[in-house]
């Protein structure tokens, strides 16, 4: 499923673990994931972004896999231990204090409700800058992500139309074959696997 995040992922696979920054997605698209591998993701909230590496040069599938040394990998010059479950937290934590990562206020803001924060301008260089695309993509990405969890939880279609924002089924169905990659009816029968991340929330 599209997605207006950027993550951390450490798989493990056919007796290799690998490191990925992994950008956000702006359309659907088929990624392949072996039955007997493991994945960890740290998600990133919109408005998170590393000052030496700008989100949209990972934007649509232009992941990168981190240099690694045993149980450690490098990012920006600097030997970090492999993330998982039980220091996660810990572990964002130091990025941030080590100046890895860091978060734009003003983004923020208006993710929580303040749209006259800046102006529209403003709005537009802080979110291109913080989270590689425009507000108005970001919206529509979260927009579709969240009709789809209503489906699959079992709202009918007419009501995630209404609780979604869309102005028909038409228009919702255009919206998650471009981000989601299936129709309403597709994702209420549960037919594919979506993201693994779909109703997951970011750190």
Not at 9 to 31: C, D, F, H, S
Not at 47 to 54: E, T
Not at 167 to 185: E, Y
């Amino acid at each position: 499923m599209a997605s207006s995040h950027w993550e951390i992922v450490v798989t493990r696979l056919a007796g290799q673990t690998t490191v990925t920054l992994r950008g956000p997605e702006t359309r659907a698209r088929e990624v392949h994931c072996p039955a007997d591998g493991e994945w960890f993701a740290i998600r990133f909230k919109s408005g998170a972004f590393m000052p030496q590496l700008p989100v949209a040069s990972l934007l649509d599938g232009r992941d990168i896999n981190l240099p690694q040394d045993g149980k450690h990998f490098w990012l920006h010059g600097t030997r970090w231990e492999l993330p998982g479950f039980e220091n996660a937290e810990v572990f964002v934590t130091r990025l941030a204090k080590a100046g890895v990562v860091a978060r734009d206020p003003a983004v923020a803001a208006v993710l929580q409700g303040d749209h006259h924060a800046m102006s529209l301008r403003s709005t537009q260089r802080h979110f291109q800058q913080a989270t590689g695309m425009s507000w108005s993509t970001l919206r529509q990405i979260e927009r579709a992500r969240r009709a789809a969890s209503l489906l699959k939880s079992g709202v009918c279609i007419s009501d995630t139309v209404h609780e979604s924002g869309y102005f028909d089924q038409a228009h919702l169905t255009r919206s998650l074959k471009g981000l989601v990659g299936l129709t309403p009816a597709s994702i209420a029968r549960g037919e594919r696997q979506l993201s693994f991340l779909y109703n997951t929330a970011p750190c």
